[in-house]
């Protein structure tokens, strides 16, 4: 046989055999957490950022004065246990609307908030799963031109909220 083909299978060999040698995962997970829970609560505006997906550069921009003024109350959102929400805002422009009912995509693997008023529903992509213990939640909200499969994203706006102690 030629040299050449031995080490190369010499070398896989080896290696087969040293995965093969990996201890066993022992414990437990826990039970899975509760997502609506992560929710519930008042939380507050604490920054709010644009991303121009059109710019080569592709910065993110901090937009935050726009909501949050000295002498007003930043922008407050409740979500309450019965499934609704309600939303305190002084200044800017209302993404949120006034309040309505409110739900996930899925309830054990959300990716997407839906926010339903009295006018329309609104979409959001979740920064991340909040938690009942985390103190921060990010909302996206993704703005795009066109229709169908001709959509594209030009702008993300990026809501992050800090959780308001009870």
Do not use: H
């Not at 739900?103 to 839906?114: E, G, H, I, M, Q």
Request: net charge negative.
């Amino acid at each position: 046989m030629n040299r050449t083909f031995i080490l190369p299978l010499a070398a896989l060999a080896l290696a087969i055999g040293l995965s093969g040698c990996k201890p066993d995962i022992g414990g437990e997970l826990g039970d899975p957490i509760d997502k609506r829970a992560g929710f519930l609560g008042t939380w507050e505006l604490s920054s709010f950022t644009q991303q121009d997906l059109n710019n080569p550069v592709k910065e993110t921009r901090d937009l935050s004065p726009l909501f949050i003024q000295e002498g007003t109350a930043p922008l407050r959102m409740t979500f309450n246990d019965d499934d609704t929400y309600a939303v305190q805002q002084e200044v800017g422009r209302s993404y949120f609307g006034d309040g309505g009912q409110w739900s996930f995509d899925d309830p054990a693997f959300p990716t997407f908030l839906r926010l339903a008023g009295s006018a329309d529903t609104l979409e959001y992509n979740l920064g991340a799963t909040v938690r009942p213990y985390d103190n921060q939640m990010a909302i996206e909200y993704r703005r795009s031109c066109g229709e169908g499969g001709a959509r594209i994203e030009t702008v993300i706006y990026t809501f992050t909220f800090n959780r308001i102690p009870q």
